[in-house]
């Protein structure tokens, strides 16, 4: 069974500052991993994959997240928050091997103070 | 090329009646997934068509949601009758061929469901 944790429920950033957003998983396949983050009013919008390829994957707007296979994590980084990444963010896991259904994490909503 | 439909964008009804939620995917889409989140919880997997057939069910909560994809093309999921706690974001995504785990997957605006 998969499962995802998001350590964080909120996390606030000043704009500028780095952003770091925290998130394990346990799978017992080779995962696929996602960062979606949804803006008000808005869908869900992928942000990055990892699937089996480089452990650090660059996603759109300066994300960028590490696949760490000994600490089951892969949590979510940029260099500088902007305000507009104001925003909740869901970890996801699936299996790599089929399309299985995807397993959120609750998701971490991030404020951007200015 | 356009994204995920979802319409209503917004539902409000009361107890004990039925609702009917829409979802278009990308054209050329085969898969077809239904998710939900109701308040406070995780976005939870409903089900998965492929093409016009029902993939995996495994996590719709019980025989008052119907879903259908006539067709192949859009989907409906129909809540008969509702009830208070089927409050939350259904979300709807689609994926190409049979690796949305590759690809990702796209998904629209969602529509949020109050039942009062």
């Known amino acids: 069974a998969q499962s995802v944790t998001q350590l964080d429920s909120h996390v606030s950033v000043s704009e500028g500052t780095p952003v770091l957003l925290r998130c394990n998983y346990s799978s017992s396949y080779s995962p696929s991993l996602f960062w979606y983050v949804q803006h008000p009013n808005k869908g869900l919008q992928l942000l990055l994959k990892y699937t089996s390829a480089a452990t650090l994957v660059k996603g759109i707007n300066g994300f960028e997240a590490e696949f760490k296979k000994s600490e089951t994590s892969f949590h979510l980084t940029k260099p500088s928050a902007h305000m507009s990444d104001a925003a909740e963010y869901f970890c996801v896991v699936s299996e790599w091997s089929g399309n299985t259904p995807l397993v959120f994490g609750k998701g971490t909503r991030l404020s951007v103070i200015a | 090329e356009a994204g995920v439909t979802q319409f209503p964008s917004h539902s409000v009804i009361e107890k004990g009646q039925t609702v009917t939620l829409r979802c278009d995917p990308i054209s050329g889409h085969d898969n077809l997934y239904w998710y939900r989140r109701v308040m406070g919880k995780e976005i939870k997997f409903l089900l998965h068509f492929v093409k016009e057939s029902k993939q995996d069910e495994s996590g719709m909560p019980n025989n008052r949601f119907l879903a259908e994809r006539t067709g192949g093309t859009y989907s409906t999921l129909k809540v008969q009758p509702a009830e208070l706690e089927d409050s939350g974001v259904y979300f709807c995504?689609?994926?190409?061929?049979?690796?949305?785990?590759?690809?990702?997957?796209?998904f629209g605006s969602g529509t949020r469901l109050t039942v009062v």
């Open positions: 995504a689609s994926s190409q061929g049979g690796q949305g785990f590759n690809y990702g997957y796209t």
